[in-house]
């Protein structure tokens, strides 16, 4: 048994944020040389340096998104401030997201608040849906993107007109873009907090 240091901060209140993205990294830091020992090396290596390439990028990422989205978050956060309970769906690297971006609105906003696997929301949850209850989607256009745009609405329209507000995220490779969607979820939280008068350092 070994302990890893994620540098993530002191642990407190909002600030506890970066504690999700920290985990993230550091799984994926320590996956990389566990792959290359395996006897597909070669392979792991090569995508292990892509994966590198993409986590260095993420600083200026996650900079872009907060610039270019933060405004329409607030707008949302007004829109959901006053809700009872709140409905979090991902599939894939990304259902983890959507239980932390319901953990996040428990914690900081006081709002009841549920993450499900994206596939298992006709088997139940869909149930409690009502025109009162925000649902959010983490979709990002990967690998199982048409799975997720299928889980909200059959067809083949564009997030933008099936859902009422969008945030777009940059283009990263899958592995890594938990590290991102999960960014405007916690800004969410924490807008909605405030709006709420929580004390999101508490």
Same mark, same amino acid.
């Given at each position: 048994?070994?302990? %890893?240091?994620?540098?993530?901060?002191?642990?407190?209140?909002?600030?506890?944020?970066?504690?999700?993205? =920290? @985990?993230?990294?550091?799984?994926?830091?320590?996956?990389?040389?566990? @792959?290359?020992?395996?006897?597909?090396?070669? %392979?792991?290596?090569?995508? @292990?340096?892509?994966?590198?390439?993409?986590?260095?990028?993420?600083?200026?990422?996650?900079?872009?998104?907060?610039?270019?989205?933060? $405004?329409?978050?607030?707008?949302?956060?007004?829109?959901?401030?006053?809700?009872?309970?709140?409905?979090?769906?991902?599939?894939?690297?990304?259902?983890?997201?959507?239980?932390?971006? =319901?953990?996040?609105?428990?914690?900081?906003?006081?709002?009841?608040?549920?993450?499900?696997?994206? =596939?298992?929301?006709?088997?139940?949850?869909?149930?409690?849906?009502?025109?009162?209850?925000?649902?959010?989607?983490?979709?990002?256009?990967?690998?199982?993107?048409?799975?997720?745009?299928?889980?909200?609405?059959?067809?083949?329209?564009?997030?933008?007109?099936?859902?009422?507000?969008?945030?777009?995220?940059? $283009?990263?490779?899958?592995?890594?873009?938990?590290?991102? $969607?999960?960014?405007?979820?916690?800004?969410?939280?924490?807008?909605?907090?405030?709006?709420? @008068?929580?004390?999101?350092?508490?």
């Amino acid at each position: 048994m070994h302990n %890893t240091c994620k540098w993530s901060g002191w642990r407190s209140g909002w600030r506890n944020c970066r504690r999700a993205v =920290a @985990g993230v990294r550091s799984l994926i830091s320590w996956s990389m040389p566990l @792959g290359m020992m395996c006897r597909w090396g070669h %392979t792991i290596q090569w995508r @292990g340096r892509e994966l590198v390439l993409a986590l260095s990028s993420l600083p200026n990422k996650i900079e872009d998104l907060i610039r270019l989205n933060e $405004t329409k978050i607030i707008e949302i956060a007004k829109g959901y401030r006053f809700a009872h309970h709140c409905l979090f769906l991902g599939r894939g690297y990304n259902y983890p997201v959507a239980l932390e971006g =319901a953990l996040k609105m428990k914690e900081i906003s006081y709002i009841h608040a549920e993450g499900y696997p994206a =596939a298992e929301m006709k088997h139940g949850p869909i149930a409690l849906i009502d025109h009162l209850m925000p649902v959010v989607f983490v979709a990002m256009k990967d690998s199982i993107y048409d799975k997720v745009k299928s889980n909200i609405q059959e067809g083949n329209d564009e997030l933008d007109s099936l859902c009422e507000f969008v945030i777009h995220i940059p $283009t990263v490779a899958e592995e890594v873009s938990p590290i991102l $969607t999960v960014v405007p979820l916690q800004l969410l939280s924490y807008h909605i907090a405030v709006m709420r @008068g929580c004390d999101v350092d508490m």
